[in-house]
């Protein structure tokens, strides 16, 4: 008989890293009104201040990031010489833009504090002390 024992078992594959989730009681509303046009964030903000959550907050500077950068990225339109090279770009912007704001909402319907891509965390990171 062979005294060896058994090789061990190889360790389980790394998992990814995990999205947080808001606690099941938490509130989705503010979360999913904040992307819905400026009018829905000022809403939000108001409805914010009456039950503060921590997923509400967060997608509350999400949204406030998107709105911003809307507002930058839309500004050269108001300047006549770079308005007929940009005016090309615009349709591709406009809907790169327009993704971001939908996979926030996905995050924000689901109760996820989930980071829109390329942004997401430089917004968390700009405005951390916004919406507390």
């Known amino acids: ?3 060896t024992p058994p090789p061990a078992p190889p360790p ?7 999205v947080a989730t808001a606690p099941a009681g938490e509130d989705k509303t ?10 829905g964030f000022i809403i939000a903000i108001i409805m914010h201040g009456n039950k503060k959550t921590q997923l509400g907050s967060y997608h509350l500077r999400q949204a406030l990031g998107l709105l911003l950068t809307g507002f930058v990225v839309c500004f050269p339109l108001v300047i006549p010489l770079l308005n007929i090279a940009y005016l090309f770009l615009m349709p591709f912007i406009g809907l790169g833009m327009f993704v971001l704001v939908i ?7 689901n109760g996820q504090m989930k980071p829109v ?15 507390t």
């Open 117 to 131: 891509p390329l942004v997401g965390p430089l917004y968390q990171k700009w405005f951390a002390t916004a919406f």
């Open 1 to 3: 008989m062979d005294a």
């Open 103 to 109: 996979l926030g909402l996905i995050s924000a319907v």
């Open 12 to 18: 389980p594959p790394p998992a990814a890293a995990p």
């Open 30 to 39: 503010v979360a999913i009104i904040a992307y819905i046009t400026l009018i």
